[in-house]
């Protein structure tokens, strides 16, 4: 993927397809406006998710659902294979090593690892190995090192303390439509769904303002920087470039 020299490069990894919209669609809107390159990986398709459709057939429309998604949101969107459930650590952590040494990204998020959901756990885990693996096999310093952030999912909140967020006000029609290309996010937008199912519809949309106002616009998406040394609960807004100076402006103020 070609790009102008000195844009962002920007890796989503989400556990299933949805995840890595959710935590970071309208950060990749922006990023992709300005000329970056974003890539979104989803580890899984999630096809267990709906209990009224045989997996097999669900699979084949989050496969649709992942690429109009990733056309909205102007990024590439890739599943490396797996079935849902089913995660090889070894395997997984291997794929993505050759997606960040191909990709070469500024700046990787991924989810928290507070969540309820094991694979979204697994995906923290894969993610942070990863880059880590990557960095030792290219030889690469702290300054080639992408800058990880953990993104909000309403999945993974126990002990998710943003400190960076990214003004998405301009881009949030946009990310809402990328969600919209989802049956789940759909079909948790009635009131009535709340109770039965994970209310995605309610929680982004109302999260993005909420983190706006925290952020002084109107609508922001909130990350959480892998290494930091930034009190909670004084959130810094600042634009999807600058975050890939995060992990190195942070770790040299020791
Ligand atoms: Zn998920």
Known sequence: METAEGTLRLMVVGAHAFDAEAMAGGLAARAAEEG??????????????DPTKPP??????????????????RARAHWPGHVAGELPMEDVIAELGRLLR?????????????????????????????????????????DQAPAVYF??????????????????????????????????FRRSEPLESYASAIPY???????????GL???????????????????????????????TGFRSVSGTG
């Not at 191909?102 to 989810?111: D, G, L, M, R, S």
């Open 36 to 49: 970056g390159a974003v890539l979104l990986v989803h580890l899984t398709r999630g096809e267990r998710g």
């Open 56 to 73: 097999e057939q669900y699979a084949v429309q989050l496969e649709g659902e992942m690429q109009q998604a990733a056309g909205i949101l």
């Open 102 to 142: 191909e990709f070469e990204p500024h700046v990787v998020v991924t989810h928290w690892r507070g969540s309820w959901h094991p694979r979204h756990v697994a995906a923290h885990r894969v993610t942070l190995e990863a880059v880590q693996h990557a960095g030792r096999a290219g030889g690469a310093g702290p």
């Open 151 to 184: 993104g909000e999912n309403c999945e993974d909140l126990a002990g998710f303390v943003p400190t960076l967020y990214v003004d998405i006000s301009t881009v949030f029609s946009r990310w809402l439509e990328a969600l919209r290309c989802y049956e789940l």
């Open 201 to 211: 519809a309610g929680f982004y949309p109302a999260m993005a303002r909420v983190r």
């Open 214 to 244: 925290e952020a002084g616009c109107t609508y922001a998406q909130a990350f959480m920087p892998a290494r930091t040394t930034a009190p909670a609960g004084h959130p810094m807004c600042i634009a999807p470039g600058e975050m890939r």
